[in-house]
């Protein structure tokens, strides 16, 4: 199937910024996620963005699309201990039914 | 509303043995997923189905994996002989509709010792 590439690992300071990126390959992307798994649990949908969109904000989460570059960004500001888990981008398409197609997963650790 | 339910959420089986997985879907989601964690190949989707049909089963790795779904809100995935390889969590989802949202419940932890 198409890929979807995350960088596996990310360290931050408690009240800093955190932006975790996303590269997709497959043009025809209709929704693309950002799941949330802290260990032991589910997956979590924090937000999404329609490809037609190129900014979302919800509170502390900021989700920034660029369809050319097939680049998907999410900022979480003033991160905390809490934030620290394992954040995965996902991507669906008519082509899979909608099915969701899954990057790696980014762990982010959250240092005081 | 009660989400995705999965049972059981921790299973330690022999290799050989017959495993069932389960899965309630959440009330009125006509699409459901199963989908496979493991370290090294990420989150895989196994099948799919949308009003108890399968429609991608492309992903079930082999034919000792099955998958049912006799009515809209049970589902199983059945793994028949299991193997150590077989490890992994598994994690069930459903959603409303092609293109909406899906939620995924809490996983079951399968060890195949």
């Known amino acids: 199937g198409e890929d979807v590439e995350q960088s596996l690992f990310l360290s931050v300071r408690e009240g800093d910024s955190s932006v975790i990126n996303c590269t997709y390959t497959d043009s025809s992307s209709t929704y693309l996620y950002w799941y949330k798994q802290e260990p032991g649990a589910g997956l979590q949908l924090l937000t999404y963005i329609f490809s037609n969109m190129d900014m979302k904000q919800d509170q502390r989460l900021t989700v920034l699309l660029n369809k050319k570059d097939k680049h998907l960004s999410l900022r979480i500001a003033d991160t905390q201990t809490g934030d620290s888990a394992i954040y995965f981008c996902?991507?669906?398409?008519?082509?899979?039914?909608?099915?969701?197609?899954f990057g790696k997963g980014t762990s982010l650790l959250v240092t005081p | 509303d009660a989400g995705v339910i999965q049972s059981p959420r921790h299973e330690v089986t022999e290799m050989g043995q017959e495993v069932t997985l389960r899965c309630k879907p959440i009330?009125?989601?006509?699409?459901l997923f199963w989908y496979r964690q493991t370290m090294m190949r990420g989150l895989e989707l196994l099948i799919y189905?949308?009003?108890?049909?399968?429609?991608?089963d492309s992903g079930m790795p082999e034919d000792r994996f099955s998958a049912k779904m006799p009515n809209a809100s049970f589902s199983t995935l059945k793994i028949q002989p299991s193997e150590p390889r077989d490890s992994a969590v598994y994690f069930c989802?459903?959603?409303?509709?092609?293109?909406?949202?899906?939620?995924f419940g809490e996983g079951s932890w399968l060890t195949v010792v």
């Open positions: 989802a459903s959603s409303s509709g092609q293109g909406n949202t899906i939620y």
């Open positions: 996902a991507e669906t398409n008519s082509n899979s039914g909608y099915a969701l197609n």
């Open positions: 009330s009125g989601h006509n699409s």
């Open positions: 189905f949308n009003n108890n049909v399968p429609i991608d």
